[in-house]
């Protein structure tokens, strides 16, 4: 510990000051989710064995068989663990061309508690919704894309807003909508932070070449386009922004229909894990998952495709297909990758409210959200001194 601690003096491990003081108190009393007062900030010379245990735990990727040598991480970003606010942003885009189904989503969040319940542990302000052009279902003469000019539109007001959101250090909460809102999520943290990674949950995997898919939304194309992955003449809002090093994807499990259409995967192109690779091990799948997104982007954003829960679970989607993940899963998921410093955003899509007439699915949504958050803010304050 003396040793450590001389290292930490002379500035060679000085990254890890910043784990080691949690963020000022708040007023006195216990908060609404029942996490007790935040403790002042301290040296890290009080730190105790254990604290000093967890720091490493978050500072120092575990060693990769492939390299066989430790990167360590510098504090190049808050995320939640840094008690930052949270803005909810509501994007109700259907890359069908259509204002109902998932456009429909982020008022019907809100109806059902998003905002009051978020703000349980965090501090949250909701941003509103994004403006854009008005949706046509007709598929662009280059592109092949439905509703072309209000796609570029929406995903150049997602950007503007996520940046503004980022540069007042705010963490951006993404309510779609479907998950062509993605596209302007990533493009406004490579504009604030240089680069940017994604730790990308979903159903499907997302990478059909425009003119061959099946229904000419941006909802079955934007991974593979954000990758470079797919040649197509797409206007410049849709250019290729991430690299495979920097990208994880958990949870697809449309393998079956792709292999039917001879579309090809990305399984061996990053790291992918299908629904049935997750069970049992969502915990280190995931740590692995963020690990190598980690050695190539300080920066990533997580998204999360509801279709990535089982029909079960959630039918109120469009595309629901056999097997997928529970509940108590993509929670577990979600809130270690929200521990994470380097995660910079958050975006939740695909529920369709006109599946859910009486309005359970959206307060369960609503419940996984608040879940969530509970567990990064318990899981910050056991850690603080």
């Known amino acids: ?166 540069a007042g250090d705010g963490f951006p909460l993404l309510i779609g909508g479907d998950c062509a809102v993605l596209s302007g999520a990533l493009a406004a943290c490579r504009a604030v932070h240089g680069s940017v990674g994604l730790l990308f949950v979903d159903g499907h995997e997302d990478a059909w070449p425009p003119a061959d898919s099946t229904t000419g939304e941006a909802a079955d194309c934007e991974l593979g386009l954000a990758l470079g992955f797919t040649a197509a003449d797409v206007p410049a809002e849709l250019a290729p922004l991430l690299r495979p090093e920097a990208t994880a994807l958990l949870g697809p499990r449309d393998g079956a229909e792709l292999i039917e259409y001879g579309i090809n995967s990305l399984r061996g192109s990053l790291w992918f894990a299908t629904d049935r690779d997750l069970t049992g091990r969502i915990a280190a799948s995931v740590a692995d998952a963020i690990a190598t997104i980690e050695m190539s982007a300080s920066h990533w954003w997580l998204h999360v495709d509801l279709d990535v829960l089982a029909t079960g679970q959630l039918a109120a989607v469009d595309y629901p297909q056999p097997g997928g993940l529970n509940w108590e899963e993509l929670t577990e998921l979600t809130a270690i990758a929200l521990r994470r410093p380097g995660c910079t955003g958050w975006s939740i899509t695909i529920y369709n409210p006109d599946l859910d007439k009486d309005g359970h699915e959206a307060a369960r949504i609503v419940r996984y959200v608040e879940e969530v958050l509970s567990a990064v803010a318990h899981t910050q304050n056991a850690t603080a001194p």
């Open 1 to 166: 510990m003396n040793s450590l601690k001389r290292k930490l003096s002379t500035g060679l491990l000085v990254p890890l000051l910043a784990f080691a003081a949690p963020a000022p108190p708040p007023a006195s009393g216990r908060r609404p989710c029942g996490c007790p007062p935040r403790k002042a900030r301290t040296s890290f010379l009080d730190v105790t064995g254990k604290q000093w245990q967890a720091i490493f735990e978050l500072t120092f990727h575990r060693m990769r068989p492939s390299s066989r040598r430790w990167m360590v991480e510098s504090r190049v970003g808050a995320g939640l663990t840094g008690l930052v606010r949270i803005d909810v942003l509501g994007v109700g885009f259907n890359s069908a061309g259509l204002g109902n189904g998932v456009a429909r989503a982020p008022k019907a969040l809100r109806r059902a508690g998003l905002i009051t319940r978020a703000a349980a542990c965090h501090e949250v302000r909701d941003a509103g919704d994004v403006a854009f052009g008005k949706p046509v279902p007709q598929r662009g003469e280059v592109s092949g894309l439905l509703a072309e000019d209000a796609l570029t539109s929406m995903v150049s007001g997602v950007r503007q807003k996520v940046e503004t959101i980022l």
